[in-house]
């Protein structure tokens, strides 16, 4: 077996932040604000934050876990091919 190169440690470390800080959000959600940008000239007045309600925040939780477990998968299974 092959040992982790720096890159692929690098990537599992920010998998399982990702995984970890979802599911803090999973189960413990905050309504708070989301820094957000846009380039639209409509929109150049408004302030650069969404607020997010809990909920949502929730969405965003699962959305990490996905991409934190995707993230891992790909690097595990890319080094068995």
Do not use: C, Y
Not at 26 to 47: K, M, S, Y
């Amino acid at each position: 077996m092959k040992r982790f190169t720096g890159n692929e440690i690098a990537g599992l470390a920010l998998a399982a932040l990702l995984f970890v800080g979802g599911t803090s959000l999973v189960i413990w959600p905050q309504a708070g604000l989301v820094a957000r940008e846009t380039r639209h000239p409509d929109l150049a007045n408004v302030a650069p934050f969404d607020s997010v309600n809990a909920p949502k925040s929730r969405t965003v939780g699962v959305i990490a876990i996905a991409f934190g477990a995707g993230l891992a998968a790909i690097i595990v299974n890319g080094r068995n091919k």
